[in-house]
DNA sequence: GTCTTGTTTCGACGACTGTCGATACAGCGA
DNA sequence: TCGCTGTATCGACAGTCGTCGAAACAAGAC
């Protein structure tokens, strides 16, 4: 449960040496949670809301789908691991694993020196 | 063409303020090239290749795909501003666009209270 | 010009995805 | 217990995606 700390440096950016095959495929689903615009939208709602956390009630009001369908979507963004969930009372509260996005984004870095000498 | 060193900057992490809708499916796009483990290595050993540029002849080896497969995944990874493509001679070659990584991997950075805060 | 090699486009096919309405489940309050 | 509200699951449907082989296009070699 609070083991993500590993989970953060455990990736070089993939700019530096090719990316293996299982890599890949692990990678490549996260990124599929969040190529859809709801999720995306899901995820940064939940991120910024206060406390760090949101309840579903607080989800389905910014989006023009229906309730089912952000339930689905938060599914997929809970099974790629980039948020966890929990029942309290009435409600189910949602938040955003640090860890994930951390991991993704360490991935992406494009070292300064690639970028300096992109000057085509 | 040039205008890339805007793209860096522009976006805040997106666990600071929800995202608009027009900035999610902009950004949904570029993830779902992404969201491909052959797409994904296809980005890697480009960036990785000596010189940061990579013939399709270089790319196509590594795979259990066809040629046509592969051109596939490339345009699809050029169409989302992830790379760039230029024939030059009889090779056509490829290299990363990093203010687009950059982009996406600044848009994913987990603030480190948000990381901290969330010692449940 | 004609052949050869490297790359892209085309058309087709099966598999997967996002969406919905209907329904089921969970917990609270009367 | 019963009803009410919040959330998840189910089944269905249209649309998109990854893949292939065939064919077209581009550039150099003979």
Redesign the pocket.
Known sequence: MLGQDEAVACCSPMVREPLGEEAAVDLAKMF?AL??P??LRLLSLIASHEGGEA???DL?GPF?????????????LREAGLVG?E?R????YYWVLPAALAKLSSLLQAPAAASAGAAR
Chains 1, 2 share one sequence.
Request: aromatic share 4%; hydrophobic share 30%.
């Open positions: 599929k190529s859809d709801v999720r309840c579903v009630c389905t023009d789908v229906s309730q089912p369908t952000i339930s689905h979507h938060l599914k997929v969930s029942r009372g009435t409600w189910v």
